[in-house]
């Protein structure tokens, strides 16, 4: 298969995937026991009320219909308009995306300067005290949730040591100018919170890649022609470990954005997660509809993308080979 | 000594299942009552003191472990038992007896539905069912379920396709054993043990899921306490009794890494050559 044909494969995939998901999500806010307008209004609402509220919005029309309008919108970048406020979901999307994305990408260099590190000296040292160290602390992290680690930040270096800020958020622009110090002591510790739980799950995909190179053939070469164990590792071992740790960071992504939104709510940031939540308080559905969509969509694209730079990277897999399924 | 995290697992996950088990039966006080003054310290008659209400924080943290238990459970067993038919009957479709192309883009199909699937993480599904129909212990179980089902799906396909490579199967498909009885039979049983470490693993991010619903309100309702909403009360009085926030994040935390030791410790008691690798 060529390589034009494997893209173009790749994404039909996406393509599909990105239907059936918005299909999922249709289906789980509209077809559930009971009718929207009369979950939007409560169980007190008059029936005359919500017979208004259903013929305002079109709700009457077949499911199909308004399934098609809401995809229909889609291709446009029309994600839909709330029920509840007459606001189109993308307007209030857009403010609160800025502070998911810090957050986000924050977190993943963060985790990553962590993991490589101590992925490496978990393989290096696995037989050794070192090793069994650093495997110990990542086991420690898995076992802790993001919002927990949060919390315990909190603890020390707001309460205890009162160095930063316990929650709240400043825009990196205002409009009375820039507020690097204020924006940047307010992401911190989210930040951190999230990259301890992502590094934990990194560092022990790290390890068993470095551990697979260190008894790789081209690895003892370069050790017999005289090469320290750190300067073949650093020349070959990175990039051949590399490859995994980007599918490990692609398939994580799902993980880093809901962590992200429980994380939001330890800070009081005013993210997507927020956004989202408060949209389910005030069971505004169609916010919650597009929103969820925004963030599933983010995370095929991702996927997609990863798909994309393995057949960038390894030709083997052009002729129609998907990625191999981790286990996690 | 190389069994020691298998046994400390089981001694951790033994933990929380009694905590469980036992407090259907016993607690030192009502966990919703009113027992001492609010925000105790530790003391002889409160051993972890006493909430934001003056309730007793040892019972709440004991039939906290209800919900955590009872809904890595179910979540679990839902997941295994949507992934796991999905897994057999791709991989049985697939691999070397594969009943030509159309058992191959059966297989393709079914995967890809469940790649689909993989993009929706717990939250976002337990988001859009509390959206639709309230938050509660139900909507937690099964948006944490459906959420795992991938990853029972992928780990019974590629178990499939290994198990399908070998000969007994051929010779149980050669005697006129059906599909059906084959994979009962000879497939099932075989892939059984990679699926018993997937539960343990799956059963720890299902607690880390759960406790992340009910610190968001997604999950059980008050008055029944939970781990996770006991973090969120215990963050309100961060500042006055940081301890509060303390336990319940810790019970979370020993009940995840028992079970992932004890994934880990299954894990190396199946394949020993792995331990090396992962």
Request: no cysteine; hydrophobic share 55%; proline share 5%.
């Amino acid at each position: 298969m060529s390589l034009t044909s494997a893209v173009l494969r790749r994404l039909l995939l996406f393509a599909a995937s990105l239907v059936g998901a918005s299909a999922l999500i249709f289906v789980a806010v509209n077809a559930l026991p009971g009718d929207v307008a009369q979950v939007m209004l409560g169980t007190g609402a008059s029936p005359e009320a919500v017979a208004a509220l259903r013929e305002r919005y079109g709700l009457d029309r077949p499911a199909i219909v308004r399934y098609a309008a809401w995809i229909g919108g889609l291709a446009t970048g029309d994600l839909g308009t709330s029920y509840l406020t007459g606001e189109s979901v993308v307007s209030q999307v857009a403010p609160r995306l800025g502070v998911t994305l810090w957050l986000v990408s924050f977190a993943i260099v963060v985790a990553l300067v962590v993991a490589i590190p101590q992925g490496m000296v978990a393989a290096m040292f696995r037989r050794r005290w070192q090793g069994a160290v650093a495997s110990a602390a990542s086991q420690l992290g898995l076992a802790v949730p993001a919002f927990y680690a949060g919390i315990l930040l909190v603890v020390v270096f707001a309460v205890k040591l009162r160095w930063l800020p316990a929650n709240g958020y400043r825009p990196l622009i205002g409009d009375d100018g820039w507020h690097v110090r204020e924006w940047a002591e307010r992401l911190v510790l989210p930040v951190a919170s999230l990259a301890v739980v992502q590094a934990s799950v990194l560092t022990r995909y790290v390890r068993s890649a470095f551990v697979e190179v260190l008894s790789e053939d081209w690895f003892r070469t370069a050790r017999s022609v005289g090469w320290t164990r750190w300067r073949a590792l650093w020349r070959h071992g990175v990039r051949n470990a590399a490859i995994s740790v980007v599918t490990v960071l692609g398939l994580q992504l799902a993980t880093m954005l809901v962590g992200a939104i429980v994380v939001e709510q330890v800070f009081s940031l005013p993210g997507l997660g927020t956004l989202l939540l408060t949209a389910v308080g005030n069971r505004d559905l169609q916010l919650v509809q597009g929103v969820v969509l925004l963030l599933v969509g983010a995370v095929l694209v991702i996927n997609l993308l990863v798909d994309l730079s393995y057949l960038a990277i390894d030709p083997r897999l052009r002729d129609g080979g998907g990625r191999g399924g981790g286990s996690r | 000594m190389k069994r020691a995290p298998l046994y400390l697992g089981a001694v951790l996950v033994g933990l929380v299942v009694l905590a469980a088990l036992g407090s259907l039966v016993w607690t030192p006080y009502d966990p919703a009552a009113i027992v001492g003054p609010k925000l105790a310290a530790p003391s002889f008659a409160h051993p972890v003191g006493t909430d934001h209400l003056g309730r007793d924080v040892i019972s709440r943290l004991l039939v906290g472990a209800r919900a955590t238990v009872a809904v890595g459970v179910v979540a679990v067993a839902l997941a295994a038992g949507g992934g796991v038919p999905l897994g057999l009957i791709a991989g049985m479709s697939d691999g070397r007896y594969a009943q030509g192309r159309r058992g191959a883009w059966l297989s393709e199909a079914l995967m890809r539905a469940v790649d689909v699937l993989y993009a929706f993480p717990a939250l976002l599904l337990a988001i859009l069912l509390a959206a639709a129909v309230g938050a509660s212990t139900a909507t937690a179980m099964v948006a944490i379920g459906v959420a795992t089902i991938p990853a029972f799906a992928r780990i019974a396909r590629a178990a499939t396709l290994t198990v399908m490579t070998q000969d007994f199967v051929l010779a149980a498909r050669a005697s006129g054993t059906s599909v059906g009885a084959t994979a009962v039979r000879h497939v099932l049983p075989n892939i059984a043990p990679v699926l018993g470490v997937q539960a343990s693993v799956s059963f720890g991010i299902a607690i880390l899921a759960e406790a992340g619903l009910s610190y968001l309100g997604l999950a059980t309702p008050p008055p029944t306490p939970t781990w996770g909403r006991m973090l969120r009360e215990g963050q309100n009085v961060l500042f006055g009794a940081p301890e509060q926030a303390l336990w319940p994040g810790l019970a979370i935390a020993v009940a995840v890494l028992g079970l992932n030791l004890l994934g880990d410790g299954l894990r190396d008691l199946l394949d020993p050559r792995l331990r090396e690798v992962s």
